[in-house]
Structures are given as structure tokens and as C-alpha cells.
């Protein structure tokens, strides 16, 4: 990429990213070490990903979600991420600021609008929703493991208090527990929170650490706690970072419908890049 690019700096409830428009920066200039260099947090622009809207070509897409992990890895897709390009395509001129947003990414069509100031919401294509996962490997304290992939893979356990999870040792264990398969999953600790809400922690495959937000954690938590009966739609979900997620849906079977995420999507600067470090092994 070359100097003198243009970046956004975006938040989704403390989940941070780079935003780059695909009218300037073609998908094949996007490298692995590109994007390690620009999320690195000391050296670089600082994100926990890095995100490429190019403008659709199929009909009523407005454009097409490109999603790296900071560790250079493409993800499928991304909640707050998303959230994010939804703001961030009407800024651009890619999408209508006042009508329903259209884009594909890897893991479906995902539709979106902007709704406020830094509040957007999205829609999700419809899963499967989530299923026990009694061989996983959990510890006392955390309970009824469900798996669910709301677009992306997640493994959902209930605790008591979410503040005393150990998240660096028990996050790498569960993001990749045999029971995941070889891929894993991100890891998604849940417990109650004030008023009927819920409050949740996050260890991210691809960030390989705790975020303050995760959408898709979101979306996966309340479908789980929909399951376990424990919660109804809508649930709130308060992250790490403070910030809610709200999360509502119908079911249809053993389908989750009409999946929606409602959250923060800001845009925090507008930077020029002027050279990438050179990153060491």
C-alpha cells in the first residue's frame, strides 16, 4: 500500500479497526504483513483488524466486506466491524445514509442502516441455532457450553461473574478446545447483569486475545441464553468495554431468524499513511 493513503480509524464499542476504501486500495495490494504492520498497536495504526469496502457489482450490494484479523488472517466476517463499514459506507458515498445498506461478505448477503449518531444496526443471514457442546473441556464455575455460528464460530459458557474469568489462560484453552475442530472458535463468557441484561467477555481467534467488544460474541451469547431459556429477545449485552450490544431475533425451528445487532459504529479519525514498519519474525 502506498504512501499517502487514506485510512479511517473506526470503534464498535472499544472493538477498533482500519478502515480502507477499495476505490483506492485494491484487494490483492492487501497482504498479510500489511496488515500486522497497520494493526500493530506501537508501531502502526492500532486495530484489533483491518477492513477493505469494495463497491459491490452484483445487484443491490452496495459493497463487498473484505475482514482481516490483526494477526494478518481473513475472517468471514465481523459484528462490529460491520456495524463500523455500514457508517462508514454512507460517509464514502457508497450506500444512501437514509435507506437500508446492502453487502456481501464470505459468510453471506448482511444487510445494515445507520440510525443515529455512531449507532448502527445490522442484519445477519439466518443460522442454525447454537447446540450443546458437552465434550468441551470446561472448568468449575463455567457452565452449559453451547456452540453457535452466527455468520462466524463461537463457543458460549455461562459463569457467574464474567470480571473474575481468568481470560488469558482460559481463553486460549477454549478458542482452541479438540471439540472446536482444528479451526476453533472465538471464546465467549457470559454471566447476568443489572436489569435483565447480560455482560459479557470475549477471547478473539485472529486478535488471539481479549477485545472489549465482539458482535458476532454478542449475537452468539444472547442465541445461547435464548436456548438455555434463560433470556428472550431482545437482550442486552453489556461488553468489556461498557458499551451495549443489543441483540433480537425470531426462531423458526431449529433456525435463529430476522438476526439483528445494534450497536456502536464510529468513526473516531481520518489519517494519511505515510509508511508501514517493517515488522520482525
Known sequence: MKSGTVFHKMTGSGN?????DGRNVRIEDVTGDMVRSLCDRRRGAGADGLMLLQPGSAPGVHFVFHFW?????????????????????????????????????????????????????IQLPDCVLPAACPELLTVPGESSPLVSSPSVPHVVVLVDDVTRVDVPVRGPLLRHDRALGPDGANADWVSPGPNGSWRMRTW???VEGETLACGTGAVASALSLGVLGRAASPVRITTASGLPLDVSWQRSGSLATSIRLRGEGRVVFRGILVGLPTLRE
Open 204 to 206: 478473539e481467534r485472529g
Open 16 to 20: 477498533d479497526f482500519v478502515a480502507l
Open 69 to 121: 484479523n490483526s494477526d494478518g488472517s481473513p475472517g468471514p466476517m465481523c459484528g462490529n466491524g460491520a456495524l463500523c463499514a455500514t457508517r462508514l459506507a454512507t460517509v464514502l458515498g457508497l450506500a444512501p445514509a437514509d435507506g437500508e445498506v446492502r453487502f456481501a461478505t464470505p459468510a453471506g448477503i448482511h444487510s445494515g442502516r445507520v440510525l443515529q449518531e455512531h449507532q448502527s444496526e
